[in-house]
Antibody
Framework: EVQLVESGGGLVQPGGSLRLSCTAS????????MHWVRQAPGEGLVWISR????????FYADSVKGRFTSSRDNAKNVLYLEMNSLRGEDTAVYYC???????????WGQGTLVTVSS | DVVMTQSPLSLSVTPGEPASISCRSS???????????MDWYLQKPGQSPQLLIY???NRASGVPDRFSGSGSGTDFTLKISRVEAEDVGVYYC?????????FGQGTKLEIK
């Protein structure tokens, strides 16, 4: 069974840092591109990052570029999102999802909530 | 960047009646391989989004055949032939043409 499990969310002060993890199981993780998508409370979905299968090509939305860093460890089947200089507008549920063959999001994690507040 | 614009942003439908959602992209999502890199998702209340339609018109595994996707280039439509109570939620289109993906604003479907 394919599973994506996000972890690492929580309450952090503005300007602080947090690292999210997405642990994959039930499929060959190293064959898939992976994404991070977030959703602020009561708002829509926002794409924020894509990591190709070996981590050699990574893209970011302008809203997080320079502050967030995506990476992956294919030996551990884990996708990471390192978040720095956090702002109130980064408050959201963060989802990881996989892509193959141009089809993104056939499986999503349950999400992890990040709250940026003093 | 590719901007995705959905309409309407909300709709209320009687069970058994059809529903239609439009998504327009600021750039063509059709590649030379003949595929449109546009997907549809449904986020039911309290749940993670789920894939409904991929590459413009292909139903994802397990998706009922009352859902269909059509369109090409910059104009796409999601149709529900007969709405059921379980179809409530927010529908999103997403483009996967470029390295920077993007979603539409979402369309909230309610049952009358």
């Amino acid at each position: 069974e394919v599973q994506l499990v996000e972890s690492g969310g929580g309450l952090v002060q503005p300007g602080g840092s947090l690292r999210l993890s997405c642990t994959a199981s039930g499929f060959t993780f190293s064959h898939y591109w992976m994404h991070w998508v977030r959703q602020a409370p009561g708002e829509g979905l926002v794409w924020i990052s894509r990591v190709d299968s070996d981590g050699g090509s990574i893209f970011y939305a302008d809203s997080v570029k320079g502050r967030f860093t995506s990476s992956r460890d294919n030996a551990k089947n884990v996708l990471y999102l390192e978040m720095n200089s956090l702002r109130g507008e980064d408050t959201a549920v963060y989802y990881c999802l996989r892509e193959v063959g141009g089809v993104a999001g056939d499986y999503w994690g349950q999400g992890t909530l990040v709250t940026v507040s003093s | 960047d590719v901007v995705m614009t959905q309409s309407p942003l909300s709709l209320s439908v009687t069970p058994g009646e059809p529903a239609s959602i439009s998504c327009r992209s600021s750039q063509s999502l059709l590649l030379d391989n003949g595929y449109n890199y546009m997907d549809w998702y449904l986020q039911k209340p309290g749940q993670s989004p789920q894939l409904l339609i991929y590459l413009g018109s292909n139903r994802a595994s397990g998706v009922p055949d009352r859902f269909s996707g059509s369109g090409s280039g910059t104009d796409f439509t999601l149709k529900i032939s007969r709405v059921e109570a379980e179809d409530v939620g927010v529908y999103y289109c997403m483009q996967a043409l470029q390295s920077l993906y993007s979603f539409g604003q979402g369309t909230k479907l309610e049952i009358k």
